[in-house]
């Protein structure tokens, strides 16, 4: 096969899922509000299941439901079969998928589910299918063809479908009012973890943080710089507010015989940048790499007191670059 026939079927499909998707957004109605009314009331847990290619569809939704603050699991319809209908309970929500809505696998939760009043909401392209009248509730998916060339493989189907549940997602992320906090709350290991974590989980605090007052000299700044390790020193008045800094960079520059002899305040760099506990690391990394030629340390505060310090490699142990 030639690169100029991969590139076209690529396009094909790309194409033809494209339409799909046009098409399941032109359908979209009232029963959408419909939907989202009962999975957001619902007490339980949004459990959804499906066979094939539709279940592992399912299993993507569930996942991102339940990092987006709506708690839900995946059922595997033969599993359930042998013993985990027990897991659905009254106050649950179950939504069943089959592009066709003929997959039987999925009679014995729809029976459990009437026997037990437990809400169903169907996705499949077909309302009138054994799925569709068996279930509370629609959602249709579009009748196009698949992207598939014999139009056989779940191709364009399950585009749609995965759409339909990120859709589903989002909407209850908004009716919900999911906050990054939250988002955090849920991710806390990972690359999103470390972007959602705040200046006030890494900062060093109290005895660690290295002050002195705008009286010592610099014989003093020099041992406590020593003594906290962090390679700055902030400067603080009678009031206990931060009024300047000293670095490794300052230090450098005014380097002299009687450097030691010298007040912090005359060395000192004043109203240096500072930041809030609660910004995230990732904007204290951009403040740092912005801010003038670069800086390595800054210190946090609270109405103009240090409450913190944060040196650039406790961001990229945390792993924000």
Not at 11 to 33: A, V, Y
Not at 130 to 140: A, E, F, H, I, P
């Amino acid at each position: 096969m030639s690169e100029h026939q991969d590139i076209r079927v690529a396009k094909e499909t790309i194409e033809q899922e494209i339409s799909t998707l046009k098409s399941l957004e032109s359908s979209l109605d009232e029963n959408l509000t419909k939907a989202l009314d009962v999975l957001q009331s619902t007490k339980g847990r949004v459990i959804i299941t499906g066979m094939g290619k539709s279940g592992h569809i399912g299993r993507k939704i569930s996942a991102t439901m339940a990092s987006t603050g709506t708690p839900s699991f995946f059922l595997h319809p033969s599993e359930a079969s042998h013993g985990d209908l027990g897991m659905i309970t009254t106050e649950d929500v179950v939504v069943a998928i089959s592009n066709s809505g003929e997959s039987k696998e999925l009679s014995d939760i729809l029976v459990y589910c009437r026997r037990f009043n437990v809400p169903t909401i169907a996705i499949t392209k077909n309302p009138d299918s054994s799925l569709g009248k068996n279930c509370d509730m629609v959602l249709k998916l579009p009748d196009n063809r698949e992207a598939c060339p014999l139009g056989m493989a779940p191709t364009s189907s399950t585009t749609a479908t995965l759409v339909l549940g990120d859709i589903l997602s989002v909407d209850l992320m908004v009716r919900k009012g999911f906050t990054a906090e939250d988002f955090k709350l849920r991710h806390p290991g990972g690359k999103l973890g470390s972007i959602l974590r705040h200046v006030s989980d890494i900062m060093h605090t109290g005895d660690e943080m290295p002050l002195i007052n705008q009286n010592a000299i610099m014989q003093d700044a020099l041992l406590t710089m020593s003594e906290k390790m962090l390679g700055c020193v902030g400067i603080i008045d009678d009031q206990g507010c931060l009024i300047g800094m000293i670095t490794d960079g300052d230090l450098r520059r005014w380097m002299a015989p009687n450097l030691i002899e010298e007040k912090v305040s005359k060395v000192m760099t004043k109203n240096p940048r500072t930041i809030s506990p609660d910004i995230l690391i990732a904007e204290a990394v951009n403040i740092m790499n912005t801010t003038g030629r670069g800086i390595t340390n800054i210190f946090v505060v609270v109405d103009r007191k240090p409450v913190g310090v944060v040196h650039i490699h406790d961001c990229l142990k945390a792993g924000v670059s």
